[in-house]
């Protein structure tokens, strides 16, 4: 019998750009076991809701994510809303779903680039992020940022975007989406990525639902759970159906991106279409008193957010539960039986967001 | 097709938990979170279960040194939220399939880190 060694993986990482730590119980280079630990950047935002009041937290929960900060801002403005039962206009509601995409957009090329640079395949990873660019340059021209938004409050948007830029962007959607087909089609049949990836740290589908999988992790196992489903923002106006795979392996859950992306600039596309003309939000009275489950799907799966307010300024309690935080066990239990070499794509594929499990 | 999404909460006995949590797992629910919010002298611990976007809410009430049986070995990937639990609130969750007595988070402070804790702390690192 192999003798059994503990190699450490993370904190400190080349595919890692954030902490995250794994022992990985290897015989020979096989992993046999793995033990996860977080908490290097704690950050403890959740017990921040009680110095902030419930209007200024928006701009702590964008915070919580550099990438997906948008929809943190709006799973927490959702959910004071229900509390407060604040009907957000029409226009807000697309401006949200419009940028929601956006969000996702770029969150898919830039972990296709990280994935493609944890296989190794470098002028791929550089081609990712050269198409993620412009759509940073979108949100950076619509919103004024192109990391943190600030557009989305509690009650609607901050800001609007003009006929003259939405035009702008519907003629850009098209030879984008030839751009982003093109990059998709080496991830989905270049020979190289399929070889690295098909038949790796296969989760099944009973797995995935029993382990709490969300997002493309749940997907490309075949769980069609996507809370786009429930229409929240415009997605019900619009129509949605989530991209299923069904093999559960690394290349299942890259090829749920790719084709997320081509769904998510379909979206973007007759959300300009059917944009309504009308208010960018309402005014906002009183002060929330009662409790929420805010859910909203984020490039990484489900975030959920829980919002107790007592009736005062300040909340009582906000529970944030992300994605990648859900996609823990999944990852402990696909990795047994990799390859010591295999293990940063793996990781990889659950595209983990250690700024946000950190919240 | 837009669902429509349905939520529920109902409070659970500590002795319950096991059963309720057991019952949603044989009715096809899956696992969306455990969490924890201080009330004062109390802590209210949310099970939060979803199956086709109806959310089911168990919320179990309990005091400071109340040891909490763990559901990870009905739910495997519960042992995530039972150490985090643990680690932030100083909530003994007995029987967790992977328990990392107090270091699943690594913060510098020693757990419990929140300071809304209440109550001695009975939790010890190993």
């Given at each position: 019998?192999?003798?059994?060694?503990?190699?450490?993986?993370?904190p400190q990482h080349p595919v890692l750009p954030e902490p995250i730590h794994l022992d990985l119980v290897l015989e020979d280079e096989t992993v046999v076991d793995v033990v996860p630990s977080i908490g290097y950047i704690h950050r403890g935002?959740?017990?921040?809701?009680?110095?902030?009041?419930?209007?200024?937290?928006?701009?702590?929960?964008?915070?919580?994510?550099?990438?997906?900060?948008?929809?943190?801002?709006?799973?927490?403005?959702?959910?004071?809303?229900?509390?407060?039962?604040?009907?957000?206009?029409?226009?807000?509601?697309?401006?949200?779903?419009?940028?929601?995409?956006?969000?996702?957009?770029?969150?898919?090329?830039?972990?296709?680039?990280?994935?493609?640079?944890?296989?190794?395949?470098?002028?791929?990873?550089?081609?990712?992020?050269?198409?993620?660019?412009?759509v940073l340059d979108t949100l950076e021209d619509t919103t004024g940022g192109r990391v943190i938004q600030g557009t989305c409050k509690v009650g609607g948007v901050r800001r609007d975007i003009g006929q003259e830029k939405l035009d702008e962007?519907?003629?850009?959607?098209?030879?984008?989406?030839?751009?982003?087909?093109?990059?998709?089609?080496?991830?989905?049949?270049?020979?190289?990525?399929?070889?690295?990836?098909?038949?790796?740290?296969?989760?099944?589908?009973?797995?995935?639902?029993?382990?709490?999988?969300?997002?493309?992790?749940?997907?490309?196992?075949?769980?069609?759970?996507?809370?786009?489903?429930?229409?929240?923002?415009?997605?019900?106006?619009?129509?949605?159906?989530?991209?299923?795979?069904?093999?559960?392996?690394?290349?299942?859950?890259?090829?749920?991106?790719?084709?997320?992306?081509?769904?998510?600039?379909?979206?973007?596309?007759?959300?300009?279409?059917?944009?309504?003309?009308?208010?960018?939000?309402?005014?906002?009275?009183?002060?929330?008193?009662?409790?929420?489950?805010?859910?909203?799907?984020?490039?990484?799966?489900?975030?959920?957010?829980?919002?107790?307010?007592n009736g005062t300024k300040h909340l009582a309690r906000a529970r944030i539960r992300t994605p990648t935080l859900a996609n823990i066990p999944p990852l402990v239990k696909m990795l047994p039986g990799a390859q010591l070499a295999d293990v940063?794509?793996?990781?990889?594929?659950?595209?983990?967001?250690?700024?946000?499990?950190?919240? | 097709?837009?669902?429509?999404?349905?939520?529920?909460?109902?409070?659970?006995?500590?002795?319950?938990?096991?059963?309720?949590?057991?019952?949603?797992?044989?009715?096809?629910?899956?696992?969306?979170?455990?969490?924890?919010?201080?009330?004062?002298?109390?802590?209210?611990?949310?099970?939060?279960?979803?199956?086709?976007?109806?959310?089911?809410?168990?919320?179990?009430?309990?005091?400071?040194?109340?040891?909490?049986?763990?559901?990870?070995?009905?739910?495997?990937?519960?042992?995530?939220?039972?150490?985090?639990?643990?680690?932030?609130?100083?909530?003994?969750?007995?029987?967790?399939?992977?328990?990392?007595?107090?270091?699943?988070?690594?913060?510098?402070?020693?757990?419990?880190?929140?300071?809304?804790?209440?109550?001695?702390?009975?939790?010890?690192?190993?």
């Open positions: 019998m192999p003798e059994r060694i503990v190699v450490p993986f993370g935002l959740e017990q921040l809701v009680q110095k902030r009041e419930f209007t200024e937290y928006v701009y702590v929960a964008e915070r919580i994510c550099g990438i997906c900060s948008f929809m943190h801002a709006l799973c927490y403005s959702q959910g004071i809303e229900h509390i407060m039962g604040i009907e957000v206009p029409d226009r807000a509601k697309y401006l949200r779903t419009i940028w929601s995409e956006c969000s996702r957009l770029h969150s898919h090329l830039l972990w296709l680039g990280l994935f493609a640079d944890g296989m190794g395949f470098e002028n791929l990873f550089m081609r990712s992020w050269q198409l993620r660019e412009s962007m519907h003629r850009a959607l098209d030879p984008f989406e030839e751009e982003c087909r093109d990059l998709g089609d080496i991830f989905l049949n270049d020979d190289t990525v399929k070889y690295r990836l098909q038949g790796l740290s296969v989760i099944s589908k009973d797995d995935a639902y029993a382990l709490g999988a969300v997002g493309p992790t749940a997907r490309a196992s075949g769980v069609p759970v996507d809370h786009r489903e429930t229409g929240y923002a415009a997605y019900g106006d619009l129509g949605f159906k989530p991209v299923v795979e069904t093999a559960g392996d690394c290349y299942a859950r890259c090829a749920v991106r790719v084709k997320e992306i081509y769904a998510s600039i379909d979206l973007i596309r007759r959300a300009i279409d059917q944009i309504p003309e009308g208010a960018l939000d309402v005014k906002v009275k009183g002060t929330p008193d009662g409790e929420y489950f805010s859910r909203v799907e984020q490039p990484r799966g489900e975030v959920v957010h829980y919002l107790r307010g940063p794509v793996v990781v990889l594929s659950i595209d983990p967001c250690i700024s946000c499990t950190e919240r | 097709m837009t669902v429509n999404e349905e939520q529920t909460t109902i409070s659970v006995a500590l002795e319950d938990l096991t059963r309720e949590v057991e019952a949603l797992h044989a009715g096809g629910y899956r696992l969306v979170q455990i969490g924890c919010t201080g009330t004062g002298e109390t802590y209210e611990i949310n099970y939060s279960f979803d199956k086709d976007y109806q959310y089911r809410n168990l919320r179990l009430t309990v005091e400071p040194e109340t040891e909490i049986p763990s559901i990870s070995g009905i739910y495997w990937g519960a042992f995530v939220y039972e150490n985090e639990m643990h680690d932030l609130f100083g909530i003994p969750v007995t029987g967790i399939n992977i328990d990392f007595k107090g270091t699943f988070i690594r913060t510098a402070e020693k757990y419990p880190f929140s300071v809304t804790r209440s109550g001695g702390d009975r939790c010890r690192n190993a």
